[in-house]
């Protein structure tokens, strides 16, 4: 493990898990990267830079947010909050999305720097919402992709709410513009209610690096944008990318995400020189993620052995200036005629190799059960149970058992509930993709 950190800066590790003992013949390798960032923002909140951040707040103003009233009444009042939450200095906007996007505040294109007049102005806005027209998500990302534009803070990022589908915009508009903003700016999507489409706002989130959620009851949309604006705020060191170097024959699977929660990285690469690509990760403050990195090496003969990938954390460099290395670890390759060594899986492989099958399993369980599909979706919910159990994955086992009773969760025989509220099913799908760390030993 190699370590390279700038004084005052935060600083990066990277540990690499893996089983680097292949039978003769093979050339799978399977590696976790443990990526950790400490001594950032949040752990010096007092000292941390003014102006690093430029946050936007796009908040659905379309006419079903007046049906329950609550809903409406609690966005303004959660944005309220979120806006108390920016630290000074940060530049903010607010944007109001129906089927067009409405700059709120500060407007005229602009970004708002803020202190204590600015929140004010920003929450007295705020009482000038009101619901009506339809929804187009994209048209609110591209302003908001405008907006963040003007700013040169390093992190830039969005908050979205939404209660419903986007009816009002093509299916193609919408990817055409998550493509356009990807690497430009982060955001967080969340679903009020259950009027709303899970992979869309799943997708805005996977495409933009950011989390997903649902907040079905109105009244907690204030707790959980002010933990988001909080997460924000701890932010400091953004586009960072993990590269990967790859020796001539030697062909990367893929690359994913695998906790906090699962993103397939894999179709995300963008070319660094010969043999190396980066796959984005987007911004950090203090705290870890895990990748899961497979490579496919040549084949080899016994007792031979090859450096199979180096994963390197880099930061862009500005005015043609090579990229900062913040942190870099090595995946190896040893053949070998050990039956024992060359079978033997990592626990930290093993462990997200079921956590990535568990989010699959509840996911296409749930596609089977609107499909009527009852067998296939006892199958593959019995599987999820199975695998929540085995990993310790006991708030994704809670949310299981209200769509099935659990007869044998060791097993997997459950049976499926004859009747799942809206809120529960849609729960258990937007958070399917969050994970558990793997059980320290």
Same mark, same amino acid.
């Given at each position: 493990m190699a370590?390279?950190?700038?004084?005052?800066?935060?600083?990066?590790?990277?540990?690499?898990?893996?089983?680097?003992?292949?039978?003769?013949?093979?050339?799978?390798?399977?590696?976790?990267?443990?990526?950790?960032?400490?001594?950032?923002?949040?752990?010096?909140?007092?000292?941390?830079?003014q102006g690093t951040a430029a946050v936007v707040i796009m908040v659905d103003c379309s006419g079903s947010m007046e049906y329950p009233p609550e809903k409406m009444r609690g966005a303004r009042e959660a944005t309220a909050a979120a806006v108390d939450t920016l630290r000074d200095g940060t530049s903010f906007a607010v944007i109001a999305g129906t089927h067009v996007a409405k700059e709120v505040y500060p407007g005229q294109g602009r970004l708002a720097v803020a202190d204590p007049v600015t929140r004010a102005q920003a929450k007295e806005a705020l009482r000038g919402l009101s619901s009506g027209g339809g929804t187009a998500i994209g048209?609110?990302?591209?302003?908001?992709?405008?907006?963040?534009?003007?700013?040169?803070?390093?992190?830039? *990022?969005?908050?979205?709410?939404?209660?419903?589908?986007?009816?009002?915009? %093509?299916?193609?508009?919408? #990817? +055409? &513009? =998550?493509?356009?903003?990807?690497?430009?700016?982060?955001?967080?999507?969340?679903?009020v209610g259950t009027d709303w489409e899970v992979k869309?706002?799943?997708?805005?989130?996977?495409?933009?690096?950011?989390?997903?959620d649902i907040v079905a009851d109105p009244a907690h949309l204030t707790e959980d944008f002010t933990r988001m604006m909080e997460?924000?705020?701890?932010?400091?060191?953004?586009?960072?990318a993990l590269r990967l170097w790859t020796p001539v024959g030697?062909?990367?699977?893929?690359?994913?995400?695998?906790?906090?929660?699962?993103?397939?990285?894999?179709d995300r690469r963008?070319?660094?020189?010969?043999?190396?690509?980066?796959?984005?990760?987007?911004?950090?403050?203090?705290?870890?993620?895990?990748? *899961?990195?497979?490579?496919?090496?040549?084949?080899?003969?016994?007792?031979? %052995?090859?450096?199979?990938? #180096? +994963? &390197? =954390?880099?930061?862009?460099?500005?005015?043609?200036?090579?990229?900062?290395?913040?942190a870099q670890g090595l995946v190896r390759a040893v053949w070998t005629d050990d039956l024992a060594a060359s079978t033997a899986i990592n626990p930290q492989v093993a462990h997200y190799t079921g956590q990535a099958e568990l989010a699959q399993a509840i996911q296409q369980g749930l596609e089977a059960r609107k499909l009527g599909d009852v067998d296939g979706?006892?199958?593959?919910?019995?599987?999820?149970?199975?695998?929540?159990?085995?990993?310790?994955?006991?708030?994704?086992?809670?949310?299981?058992?209200?769509?099935?009773?659990?007869?044998?969760?060791?097993?997997?025989?459950?049976?499926?509930?004859?009747?799942?509220?809206?809120?529960?099913?849609?729960?258990?799908?937007?958070r399917s993709t969050q994970t558990v760390r793997v059980k320290k030993t």
């Open positions: 370590n390279f950190a700038k004084p005052s800066a935060p600083r990066f590790s990277v540990e690499v898990y893996q089983n680097e003992f292949l039978p003769q013949g093979g050339r799978d390798v399977h590696a976790i990267v443990t990526v950790t960032s400490t001594g950032g923002a949040t752990a010096t909140r007092a000292t941390a830079a048209t609110w990302l591209r302003l908001a992709d405008g907006l963040l534009r003007q700013s040169p803070a390093a992190i830039r *990022h969005g908050i979205l709410l939404t209660d419903g589908r986007n009816e009002h915009e %093509e299916p193609a508009v919408l #990817r +055409a &513009t =998550l493509d356009a903003c990807a690497g430009r700016f982060t955001c967080d999507a969340r679903g869309e706002v799943t997708g805005i989130a996977s495409a933009l690096l950011g989390s997903a997460n924000v705020m701890g932010k400091e060191v953004a586009d960072v030697v062909e990367i699977q893929y690359v994913k995400q695998v906790a906090p929660a699962v993103h397939d990285l894999t963008t070319e660094a020189g010969p043999r190396a690509g980066d796959y984005p990760t987007g911004s950090w403050g203090d705290e870890s993620r895990e990748y *899961h990195v497979c490579v496919r090496v040549p084949s080899a003969s016994v007792g031979q %052995e090859m450096l199979a990938a #180096r +994963a &390197t =954390l880099v930061l862009p460099g500005t005015a043609g200036e090579p990229p900062a290395v913040l979706a006892t199958a593959k919910l019995g599987r999820a149970v199975q695998l929540a159990s085995a990993s310790g994955n006991a708030d994704t086992a809670k949310l299981l058992a209200k769509v099935v009773d659990v007869v044998d969760a060791a097993a997997g025989t459950v049976r499926l509930k004859a009747k799942v509220a809206d809120a529960d099913e849609m729960t258990l799908e937007t």
